[in-house]
């Protein structure tokens, strides 16, 4: 019997020589850390590619991001829906998008990262626009997803999966339609399909994901709360294992909400719409956007969500000379001057935007804010 005891007390001591070592050795213990950016729709409209050209010829956009390219800088990841195919010529505003290389240029310049391609505009300029962004994309290093030159490509390079401090994160993204242009072969674009979903999800699984965030392109345009047949695929979405849902296309911002998960401590973000970003809508609401910032934290295998933060954008209307520069500005530290037109409509985006998401948002959720800018007419 003292032998069983003492054998007995001696594999309990080894235990945790043997797991600590373990443990230690793939640095399980030291907190990951990672923090991503969404911003909503970079579209083009044919009064931005009017105020990009220039005298030579060419276009430039630079100047758009001036305001807000330290806070993309700032993140880790930073994505946008790119709603605009590039071309080499033939550039065009609505209802055809297609914008110079410039134009990519300007928001790689300024810190993005990753686009998501797959939107109803996708396909404006067919298959040469749409590989010919593909490539600008690649020869630039910016990661991409939702359309692809064949189903051999998607195979490959889908879910797109990015590594940053240790924590993988795959990134997913469907569109609603494509304006009912068929795909034409072999070109793939990723069409919301729950069948194909639920295969993609099991494969970000496979690929040993930490996090599986949806960027949909999806909803109604121009409404300030997602349909019921939106929240349902939400819930659908999660459960079939998705962590966090980022949404676009409404042109609009729309409410956010934090979920807890009612078997576990996760929570899963739910971003109905990021509105737009740049363009040259100017309808109300569509004047701006919000830019998410999320702070994602792993410890040993568990990875959730930390801080969710949002930052309104806004682009001024025109001035008193009928010109609009396209500056994207940060809605609550801009300050106008000499323009109560301009000063009126930021006053009424921010109202608005603040009343909507003080009666929907749901979850612990903070607005940020940047410097001061100061806009004199």
């Given at each position: ?274 509105g737009n970003l740049l363009s040259n809508m100017s309808l109300r609401g569509t004047d701006g956007g919000a830019i998410i910032k999320m702070q994602l934290r792993k410890t040993l295998n568990y990875t959730r969500i930390g801080l969710l ?53 749901k979850g612990d959720i903070e607005e940020f804010t940047i410097d001061t800018v100061r806009i004199t007419h």
């Amino acid at each position: 019997m003292k032998h069983i005891l003492r054998i007995t007390i001696l594999l309990i001591c080894a235990v945790p020589t043997i797991v600590t070592a373990q443990f230690s050795s793939i640095d399980l213990y030291r907190p990951h850390k990672t923090e991503i950016l969404f911003a909503g729709d970079i579209m083009q409209h044919k009064a931005q590619l009017d105020a990009a050209r220039t005298s030579s010829g060419t276009y430039s956009y630079s100047h758009y991001y001036r305001h807000i390219t330290k806070t993309i800088m700032e993140a880790d990841i930073a994505i946008a829906n790119l709603e605009t195919p590039i071309g080499k010529s033939g550039f065009s505003g609505y209802p055809s998008f297609c914008a110079p290389d410039s134009f990519l240029y300007a928001a790689h310049k300024a810190g993005f990262n990753v686009m998501l391609f797959a939107n109803n505009h996708c396909l404006d300029r067919g298959k040469s626009g749409a590989l010919y962004t593909l490539d600008l994309l690649d020869s630039l290093g910016i990661k991409h997803c939702g359309v692809y030159r064949n189903a051999k490509e998607r195979e490959e390079r889908y879910p797109l999966i990015i590594e940053s401090d240790g924590i993988r994160i795959a990134l997913l993204n469907y569109t609603y339609g494509t304006n009912g242009r068929t795909t034409p072969a072999p070109l793939v674009v990723n069409i919301i399909d729950k069948k194909t979903i639920t295969e993609d999800i099991q494969k970000a699984r496979t690929q040993r994901a930490d996090v599986i965030i949806a960027c949909m392109h999806w909803g109604d345009e121009y409404t300030s709360t997602p349909p019921a047949r939106i929240k349902e695929l939400s819930h659908w979405l999660i459960e079939q294992g998705v962590d966090h849902i980022i949404g676009n296309h409404p042109h609009v911002i729309q409410p956010i909400e934090i979920r807890k998960d009612p078997d576990t401590p996760d929570k899963h973000a739910v971003v109905y719409s990021t509105g737009n970003l740049l363009s040259n809508m100017s309808l109300r609401g569509t004047d701006g956007g919000a830019i998410i910032k999320m702070q994602l934290r792993k410890t040993l295998n568990y990875t959730r969500i930390g801080l969710l933060k949002y930052l309104f954008t806004w682009i001024a209307p025109k001035d008193s000379r009928g010109i609009r520069d396209f500056t994207i500005l940060p809605a609550a530290t801009t300050i106008i001057e000499n323009n109560p037109f301009a000063e009126g409509k930021l006053r009424l985006f921010l109202d608005d935007s603040r009343k909507l998401f003080l009666k929907h948002n749901k979850g612990d959720i903070e607005e940020f804010t940047i410097d001061t800018v100061r806009i004199t007419h």
